[in-house]
């Protein structure tokens, strides 16, 4: 059980009971916006010869682990912090330091065996009180966002709190100090750091990997937060929304770390949220196995089914997932947080040679993957499907686009154009075609880019035998043979046949948040051999502007006595938890509790993978899809009548209606 104790009157222990703790749902969309790296806060480097935050690579465990205890001291001092080198100005911030050591972001590992007896001696330096907390999911108990056991630490003081590891799993623990923008993030500067419980009989020498998210505001940033009291603040700045850093490890891309594995490796990761933004997890050309998933709204959420294979899986705020992943095929990959807004530069973070702000900054991680014999190679050339894919921009048709971020501003449309032996599919909007491939058919796409500034595409959850096809520029490949940008007026060829039958998405992946929202995005369906398309499969394709690109959809008619196949996707740039239900409500008074007008389907696939069948079992139909998610779904209507697809963002007690698709069951 939780204890505390402490050195002197001024440090008491408590149980941390917030009013906040639902605070992620009010102002997702604040932090979100804040995409890039840190300016100058009010404390600058004039301030004092401050210590310097380290980044933090989570392979060594802190503190003393002796006859079953461990014991971990630290201080939270202010610090110095750059983004990534002294070549920018440095912000100040609170940090954990261990004694005689650099303060590190995030802080110090905690890693215990189960069963372990956890010691924290924590020193505050600040000039405020600091009050330390750790979820007490640690030792049994409830997983919510208000269940901490914590202690307060007045300044000066060292306060200690004693828990014991009972539950397996990967925790965050963290500290905050008094008002201002602590209110919103729940974290003061970057006092957080991952707890991880090893299962009783794990290997001493654990074979995984620790990466912690985390997400800084700048002195700026939490000064106008704390003034505002209000979720929906602007910080102002060249770019409109700026003054937070994203980072994994204390680094941002292009610096974060670059991980090397080997063609038929077993990769383990544990990936944790320590902040209050959600992070859709993507993984470029493989599927990953979410062998465990928690946190304090997992269950408000929703959890991934046991073993779950994903390529993309939503981490909410605090949340944690242990995945396995096995790269088959050597090159360079990546994993990222699908929320665009995060991976996008702003004056500060934007490279020199990145006048556009168009190259991705971050939540990324690079994978190096070398190869082995006995790789598969690439299909005959005669055998390949010849598609062209022509990347156009219709002036006249203006669309609201985050550019610069921040600032919603119209710009023009865009869109692909499909062409096949003479056939062209034109949507007339900003929105591409549905790509209709066959499983185990080699297909060679030819994007020929007709714009005036440089794009590329990902085959999002395709399984790429290249990595060079993969559509990252400057990053997919191997050695020096690097995807290009495809420049206006050129042209890039991917090959690649698609292993299984599926729900995919194919997008820009130059400058996302804006060639994405002006319609560089849609569907790729890969279907078995043989099977034609059915008028009972249908494609709700959400982008944020519109359902397939329109925003006041047409009637979808269903077929009362036969089963209709529900592919949902969610690329949108801002409505990161995304509802969508299907219901007999005749009105929008749907809240996110219990609709008993909800009907009730089957599920089939998650993100193009089909589900073992114990899981295809039916249920309500409400399911959150984040970005970079697909979710198949099967409904067989009983008889004539009226439904409506619903989309709404977690927002307030109802949720924000977003879209209705209306419904005719014939």
């Not at 970079?628 to 439904?643: I, N, R, V």
């Amino acid at each position: 059980m939780f204890s505390a104790q402490y050195e002197n009157s001024a440090v008491a222990p408590n149980r941390f009971v917030a009013d906040g703790g639902g605070l992620p749902l009010r102002l997702l969309a604040a932090l979100a916006l804040l995409s890039g790296t840190l300016v100058m806060g009010a404390k600058s480097a004039s301030s004092g010869a401050l210590p310097v935050v380290q980044p933090n690579r989570n392979v060594e465990r802190a503190g003393a682990l002796r006859n079953g205890v461990l014991t971990v001291t630290l201080e939270a001092k202010e610090s110095h912090f750059w983004i990534d080198g002294p070549s920018r100005p440095p912000t100040t911030v609170e940090a954990f330091s261990e004694p005689g050591k650099q303060p590190q972001m995030p802080g110090p590992l905690a890693r215990v065996p189960q069963g372990a007896q956890i010691r924290f001696s924590v020193r505050n330096s600040l000039s405020s009180p600091l009050t330390f907390f750790v979820p007490a999911s640690v030792h049994g108990d409830t997983d919510q966002t208000t269940a901490l056991d914590s202690v307060v630490v007045a300044p000066g003081a060292v306060g200690q709190l004693v828990t014991r590891a009972k539950a397996p799993g990967n925790y965050v623990y963290r500290a905050t100090t008094p008002g201002g923008a602590n209110a919103v993030t729940l974290l003061a500067g970057v006092l957080a750091g991952a707890l991880v419980v090893d299962t009783a009989g794990a290997p001493a020498r654990p074979k995984d990997r620790v990466f912690v998210i985390m997400a800084t505001l700048d002195s700026a940033a939490a000064t106008h937060l704390a003034e505002s009291h209000s979720p929906d603040f602007a910080v102002g700045g060249p770019n409109g929304f700026e003054g937070i850093s994203f980072t994994i490890n204390g680094r941002a891309w292009p610096n974060t770390e670059r991980i090397p594995g080997i063609v038929g490796d077993s990769l383990h990761w544990r990936v944790m949220n320590a902040s209050n933004v959600p992070h859709p997890m993507h993984m470029h050309g493989f599927y990953y196995r979410v062998d465990a998933f928690g946190g304090p709204s997992a269950d408000q959420f929703g959890h991934p089914a046991p073993r779950q294979m994903v390529v993309t899986q939503l981490l909410p705020p605090w949340a944690a997932m242990s995945m396995t992943w096995s790269p088959d095929r050597p090159g360079n990959w990546i994993f990222h947080c699908h929320f665009a807004l995060h991976n996008m530069p702003d004056s500060m973070a934007a490279a020199a040679n990145d006048p556009r702000m168009r190259d991705m900054v971050g939540l990324v991680l690079g994978v190096n993957v070398a190869g082995r014999p006995g790789v598969r190679g690439a299909a005959d050339p005669e055998r390949y499907r010849h598609l062209r894919l022509v990347a156009t921009v219709n002036s006249l048709l203006k669309i609201g686009v985050l550019n610069p971020p921040g600032r919603y501003i119209p710009e023009p449309s865009m869109r692909f154009i499909l062409e096949e032996h003479g056939r062209r599919v034109d949507t007339k909007r900003a929105f591409s075609p549905e790509l209709d491939l066959t499983r185990g058919e080699p297909v060679s796409i030819t994007i020929v880019n007709h714009l005036p500034e440089p794009t590329s595409v990902h085959w999002h959850g395709i399984e790429i035998e290249d990595s060079y096809m993969d559509g990252a520029p400057g990053v997919s490949g191997e050695g020096t043979r690097l995807t290009p940008e495809i420049a206006p007026g050129d042209s890039f060829e991917a090959r690649f046949t698609p292993p299984r039958s599926g729900t995919f998405m194919y997008h820009a992946h130059v400058d996302e948040p804006r060639e994405e929202q002006a319609g560089l995005e849609g569907a790729l369906i890969v279907r078995d051999p043989g099977s034609p398309l059915s008028p009972d499969d249908h494609v709700f394709f959400f982008k944020g502007a519109g359902i397939n690109g329109e925003r006041n959809p047409d009637t979808v008619v269903f077929h009362a006595g036969r089963p209709a196949r529900l592919r949902f996707f969610n690329l949108a740039n801002w409505e990161v938890m995304t509802f969508f239900s299907l219901t007999a409500r005749p009105d929008s008074a749907l809240g996110l509790a219990n609709d008993t007008l909800l009907v009730r389907w089957r599920s089939l696939a998650k993100d193009g993978f089909d589900l073992p069948a114990a899981q295809q079992h039916p249920r309500p139909a409400r399911q959150l899809v984040s970005m970079g998610e697909t979710y198949d779904f099967e409904y067989t209507p009983l008889h004539k009548g009226t439904l409506r697809l619903e989309l709404r963002e977690l927002r307030g007690p109802q949720g924000k209606l977003l879209f209705r698709v209306p419904i005719r069951v014939e």
